[in-house]
């Protein structure tokens, strides 16, 4: 079982910074590829940024590309997401998701674990 707890989240004007992080539970974490995802009000949850499980490999969506980085600490069982040049259509709950399979690229329906979330807002 691997419990995992965002932080970070808050509000800020357009164009600021954020930096969000996920602490997950339990001596496996290194053997998870790690995520965001993320669901505004009134859509579905997308996939925003994974990362392989040593951190080799990352995969962004095309709408935060250039602007949010992901980054892992194995040894602190601890992802983050830096996310700068931040717009009003970020607004939403940023979940952490944890997937077996490795692979920085996953969709919900691979996703073994989810956090329970941290709300960002963008003001314009």
């Known amino acids: 079982q691997v419990q995992l707890v965002e932080s970070g989240g808050g509000l800020v004007q357009a164009g600021g910074s954020l930096r969000l992080s996920c602490a997950a539970s339990g001596r496996t974490f290194s053997t998870y590829a790690m995520g965001w995802f993320r669901r505004a009000s009134g859509k579905e949850r997308e996939f925003v940024v994974g990362?392989?499980?040593?951190?080799?490999?990352?995969y962004y969506a095309n709408s935060v590309k250039g602007r949010f980085t992901i980054s892992r600490d194995n040894a602190k069982n601890t992802v983050y997401l830096q996310m700068n040049s931040l717009k009003p259509e970020d607004t939403a709950v940023y979940y952490c998701?944890?997937?077996?399979?490795?692979?920085?690229?996953?969709?919900?329906?691979?996703?073994?674990?989810w956090g329970k979330g941290t709300l960002v807002t963008i003001s314009s």
């Open positions: 998701a944890a997937d077996s399979r490795g692979s920085a690229y996953f969709t919900s329906g691979t996703v073994d674990y």
């Open positions: 990362i392989s499980r040593r951190g080799s490999s990352t």
